[in-house]
Every structure is written in C-alpha cells, then in structure tokens.
C-alpha cells in the first residue's frame, strides 16, 4: 500500500534551484541552415556571470556560509542569462538573493577597509610618536656625551695636577732632605738622649736594672756629663727610693739637668741652621 504522506518542504535555496532549473529558458537562434549561432568571444553576460560567480565564491563564511555560497554560485548563470523583463518569478527571486549577498559583502569589504585604514593611520601616529621618542633620546644622548666628555676632560686636568703635586711633594722633601742632611746626627742624639731620660726615670721608680743603667752611663760619658755624677749614680739607684736623701738628689736631679740641656743645644743648632 502506497504512503499518503506528503513529502518534507524543501529548503528555500533548494527550492529556488529546483524553479529556477524548470523555468522555461529562451531557445538560441538558428542560422541559415538550421544551425545555433556561435556566441561572440567576448560576451558581456558571460563576463558578468563570471564576475558574479566568482566575487561570490570568495565571500567569507560569516557573510555568505559555505552551503548557501555553493548554492547561489550554481544559480547565478541560470537567473542572470536572461534579461529581467524575461525572468521568471523565480529567476528574479534568486537574482534579489544575489544583490542581498553581494550588498552583504560589499559593506563587509568597506567594513575591512576602514577598519585597515584605521590600523594604518594608527601606524601613522605611532609612527610619529617613535620618531618623537628617538629625538628625544638622541638629544638625551648629546647631552650624556657633551657630559661625559666634560668629565673625562676634567680627570685628565686632575690627573695631571695630581701627577704634578707628586712632582712637587717629591721636590719639597728631597730639598728636606738634603736641608736635614747636615743635622741627621742631631736627630739621631736627641733620640739617644731622650732614651737615656726615660731610663733613668724608670730606674727612679721602678729599681736597678742592669741594661738600662749601662744606658744611661753609655749616654752620659758619650755627651761628657759630669762623671763624679755618673759614678756616683749606681750606688743612688741601689737605694730605696724613700732612703734616697740629699747628695743622692743632687745626683739624680744633676743628671737630669744635664741630658736636658743637650737636648735643648742640639735642638737649637737645628733651629738656627746650624750644623755641625
């Protein structure tokens, strides 16, 4: 038994494919003979079909999607190859179709276009921007290298009156020396009678002691102090210090005297430029 069921509606693309492929198509002309006409080579309908088919074909899937693109390509040369006072119903509907997608991706295109346009002249000004940024930088650099040579001129100059300092310093004290030269001695026995002082302080305080009294007798018989003092200062240091009266005083003190006053000769001598 046959089903009564209709069948499912078709799609409305498929639908105007299916009309358009049945809608009556005008027949080619005949020339002498009974034989169609060959079409010139250069056909304006077929170009423009071409142009069409081929502008749809590389629409983007948001603006035309893939099963539609297909669709309508199939159609264009149905719907177009007919003028539109001869189009059937069908064939103009596809043919509204096709201005619909081709509006669509028209203002898609401009849409690209601005929106490049846009990035370009964003290139633009940064562009500007940057070649600001870099005058700005080199002018930092010139300065930095105007500075730079500043200093380096500046630690030459001080380099070379450093070096001229130690020059001079090394003047100043090879003149001293040579100035001191003739009182090196002096030096050396104001240092050995100084010595000699400290000794026989200790000695006071402290006790006998063998090394630093032959000190003191050394430095007193070398600068020829009195030697009745210096003979008698063994037995005065022998003593304890709260035994030590009179003549033992006069010892020490009488030393003392003495060794203080080479020292403030020798002294003198220097002071006056004196050597020996």
């Known amino acids: 038994q046959a ?23 005008k027949r080619a002309s005949k020339a002498q003979g009974g034989r169609p006409a060959k079409k010139a080579s250069t056909d304006p309908v077929s170009a423009h079909v071409g142009a069409v088919t081929e502008a749809l074909a590389g629409a983007p899937e948001e603006v035309v999607p893939a099963t539609a693109r297909a669709l309508l390509c199939s159609l264009v040369d149905g719907a177009c190859s007919s003028f539109a006072a001869e189009r059937h119903p069908y064939q103009a509907k596809v043919v509204e179709m096709l201005e619909q997608s081709l509006h669509a991706l028209e203002a898609h295109t401009q849409k690209e276009i601005e929106t490049a346009k846009a990035k370009v002249d964003g290139v633009s000004g940064d562009k500007a921007v940057r070649k600001e940024a870099l005058l700005v930088a080199e002018a930092k650099l010139s300065e930095c290298e105007g500075v730079e040579a500043q200093a380096k001129e500046a630690l030459a100059a001080a380099k ?26 002096k030096f050396k026995d104001i240092a050995t009678i100084k010595a000699a002082l400290q000794a026989l302080e200790e000695l006071q305080t402290v006790g006998f002691d063998g090394k630093k009294m032959k000190a003191v007798l050394h430095t007193g018989t070398s600068f020829s102090v009195d030697s009745s003092l210096l003979d008698s200062l063994v037995h005065v240091i022998k003593k304890e210090p709260a035994l030590r009266a009179g003549f033992d005083l006069v010892v020490l003190k009488g030393i003392e005297e003495a060794f203080n006053k080479l020292v403030e000769g020798c002294e003198a001598e220097i002071a006056t430029g004196e050597g020996p």
């Open 160 to 185: 070379a009156d450093h070096a001229s300092k130690l020059e001079e310093l090394k003047t100043q004290k090879k003149a001293q020396a040579q100035a001191e030269a003739p009182f090196e001695g």
């Open 3 to 25: 089903s009564t069921r209709s069948a499912p509606p078709l799609e409305p693309h498929a639908r105007a494919c299916l009309l358009v492929a049945m809608a009556p198509m």
